[in-house]
């Protein structure tokens, strides 16, 4: 058990670029969620996937934002036009069922947009 | 919508005196609630949970916590507290039978020598 690793940990980007962050649930893991934490603030739900599905969206994540997790293994988390408002840790966590009582998180991507 | 409260920012203390860090969550017709710490630099961990049965539970690192359904609280305590305690920790309630988690703002605990 490796745990979830997200890469890349930090990212530097401008305003209305594109980028892509990656999480690696645990492997035996079918449930992978992303949450989003900013500065002094508890992480927010963004979407999360059932395997290959993604069962549910929040209302934060717009249509800039897009999720996949394409073999049901790693997923990944693109923003298109990035805005500074977008500066946040991004948080990735798998769970091996549909309870989150056994959420285990990664250490998280924090993306600063300038 | 559900959501969680974390009635303080900050919580700064002495070493090993004792704390208590304040959660209330809204009311639902299920409650699953949970402590996570986050030390810096690392990834949210699980301290305690509450899914059912006794409603005083033990997590790891001497933490407990009690559900308390009449004040939709669910407060986490320890006796004694170490400088290694130092670090974010927040309240999370289990929503959509516990399919996902609604986070409170966080607490940041500091112990003082």
């Known amino acids: 058990d490796t745990g979830v690793s997200q890469d890349p940990r930090h990212k530097i980007t401008k305003r209305g670029q594109n980028v892509t962050f990656r999480c690696d649930p645990i492997?035996?893991?079918?449930?992978l969620y992303w949450y989003r934490q900013t500065l002094g603030q508890g992480p927010e739900f963004l979407t999360y996937?059932?395997?290959?599905?993604?069962?549910?969206k929040s209302r934060l994540l717009s249509d800039r934002f897009s999720a996949e997790r394409p073999k049901g293994s790693f997923s990944t988390l693109e923003i298109q036009r990035t805005e500074q408002g977008d500066s946040a840790m991004y948080l990735c966590a798998s769970s091996p069922g549909p309870l989150a009582e056994k959420l285990f998180f990664g250490s998280g991507t924090q993306l600063s947009v300038l | 919508a559900q959501s969680v409260t974390q009635l303080d920012s900050q919580v700064p203390v002495f070493e090993e005196a004792p704390v208590e860090l304040r959660c209330n969550y809204s009311s639902s017709v299920s409650v699953y609630l949970f402590w996570y710490v986050q030390y810096p630099n690392q990834g949210l961990q699980l301290l305690l949970k509450y899914l059912s049965g006794s409603t005083l539970v033990k997590g790891i690192n001497g933490f407990e916590a009690e559900f308390n359904k009449s004040q939709t609280s669910f407060h986490l305590r320890k006796p004694s507290v170490h400088i290694s305690d130092t670090a974010e920790y927040f309240c999370a309630h289990g929503i959509q039978g516990a399919q996902k988690l609604v986070f409170g703002q966080g607490t940041r605990l500091t112990i003082n020598p």
């Open positions: 996937f059932q395997n290959e599905a993604q069962l549910e």
């Open positions: 492997s035996e893991h079918n449930r």
